[in-house]
Structures are given as C-alpha cells and as structure tokens.
C-alpha cells in the first residue's frame, strides 16, 4: 500500500552515543513496526550516493564524511501514513527548533550530525529503502 513506509538511519553520533536501543524503544512505542533492520559502516561513495541529491549543496563533503564516519543503523519503517507521522516524531531538521519531546530535540547535536535521517517523500521511502535492502530482507 501506497504511504506505509518510510525509511530512517540511526545517524553515527547518536549510535556512538549509545543512543540506538532508546531510539528503537520510542519508534516501537510511537506505533511503528519494522519492516527490515541492520547495521552498517557505509563507506564514503556509498554515503555520497545516498546523499546524491544534495551534491551541490555546501555541506554535501561535510555531510557524506560524517555518514561514513561510524556504524548506523538503517531501517525500513511501516506504519499509516509513515512517512509523514515519522518527520512528526522525529522532530525538524535542525535540532534547535524540533519540538520538545522529538528524537532529534532529545539526542540531536548540531544540524549535521541530527542523530536520525527519515524519508521526505512515498517516493523517497521506497528508493532510500532499496538502496539499502532487497524485497527478500522487507518482510
Ligand atoms: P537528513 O534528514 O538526513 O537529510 C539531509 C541531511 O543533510 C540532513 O538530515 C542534515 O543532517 C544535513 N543537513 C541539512 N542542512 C544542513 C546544513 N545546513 N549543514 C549541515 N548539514 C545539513
């Protein structure tokens, strides 16, 4: 069904802050259920390919080293209307002005390292979520 996923990273500061398993605990307690789960260490061209579309950004270098600096935690996420209710429940971008109870005005440090990713778009969810898992490891 149309609008049931979204995908998300548990971004490397916040895993190296051992942020991971209290992230996870609020996602299921928000009314999420996972599709797919794992960890891994990008490397930089894969973070750059992930992060294609903001190439011609200023912070695109900034932002590809910090995604292949540690382990993340990468996961496919279903719910109504999730992708939505996701960006709700994370908070915005930049912690500063996510609101209070969010995961990013919780475990957030700076814009950059904004301890999660979640999709922006349906469309967006479904690519982000294949770049990253085959439909055999979504169940
Ligand atoms: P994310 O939701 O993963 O999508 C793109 C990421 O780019 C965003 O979270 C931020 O981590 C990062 N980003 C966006 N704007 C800035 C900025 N002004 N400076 C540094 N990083 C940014």
Not at 71 to 87: F, G, S, T
């Amino acid at each position: 069904m149309a609008g049931n996923i979204t995908f998300t990273m548990i971004k490397p500061t916040a895993y190296k802050n051992g942020h991971a398993g209290k992230i996870i605990d609020q996602i299921l307690g928000a009314g999420f259920t996972f599709k797919a789960m794992k960890q891994v260490h990008l490397t930089a061209e894969q973070a750059g390919q992930f992060y294609a579309v903001h190439k011609a950004r200023p912070f695109y270098g900034e932002l590809v080293e910090f995604m292949s600096s540690g382990p993340i935690i990468a996961a496919v996420l279903e719910k109504d209307n999730a992708v939505e209710d996701y960006r709700t429940f994370i908070g915005a971008t930049n912690p500063a002005e996510a609101a209070e109870g969010t995961i990013r005005k919780q475990f957030a440090t700076s814009i950059g390292e904004n301890a999660v990713h979640g999709s922006d778009s349906d469309e967006n969810a479904w690519i982000e979520a294949n770049f990253f898992f085959s439909n055999f490891e979504m169940v």
